[in-house]
């Protein structure tokens, strides 16, 4: 897990990037209606307004609404690595799922004056892949990657304790 600002926003931009991408494709998918190759690279012509939305909102509003989030829920027994980890997962999923979905709808559905109803409904079918992706797939993947990038930092910080 990131120690200080710029592991931060290094972690940022490999998390979003790849939920972004996940969602993405998963929603064109929904859109026609089953998954198929062409949808792997159409997924890039919303990932350049998407993720960069996804950084921001992370950055500026996602991460501290979280870890309030987190706050109130955590209790000693919880503070174990994976309890944490799974709670911050869940959380920030809790947090970035409907504004992503609502950015989504306005940008990309044009939901009219349907939009309350529209947004719900992604919401809905967003919201367990974005789970799913975060807790058993993404999330993993990145904190992986995320270990091999800084592995000297974490040695140290962890030899200096």
């Known amino acids: 897990m990131p120690r200080n600002k710029f592991q931060t926003i290094i972690f940022t931009l490999l998390m979003t990037f790849f939920m ?8 064109i998918a929904l859109e026609m209606g089953s998954m198929k190759n062409q949808i792997f690279l159409l997924a890039f012509h919303e990932m350049i307004i998407m993720w960069p939305a996804a950084i921001l909102i992370e950055l500026l509003i996602g991460e501290r609404l ?3 989030l987190v706050k109130r829920i955590v209790t000693p027994v919880m503070e ?3 309890f944490m980890i799974l709670l911050i997962s869940t959380m920030t999923v809790c947090v970035m799922c409907p504004i992503m979905s609502l950015i989504a709808v306005i940008l990309f559905k ?4 349907e939009i309350v109803s529209v947004w719900i409904n992604t919401v809905v079918f967003n919201f367990p892949m974005a789970l799913f992706s975060q807790i058993f797939f993404v999330g993993p993947l990145i904190r992986m990657i995320f270990g091999i990038l800084f592995k000297r930092e974490t040695r140290k910080a962890v030899k200096i304790k």
Do not use: H, L
């Open 20 to 27: 972004v991408y996940v969602m993405i494709c998963y929603n």
């Open 66 to 68: 979280t870890m309030k």
């Open 80 to 82: 174990q690595p994976i």
């Open 110 to 113: 044009n939901p009219g004056t």
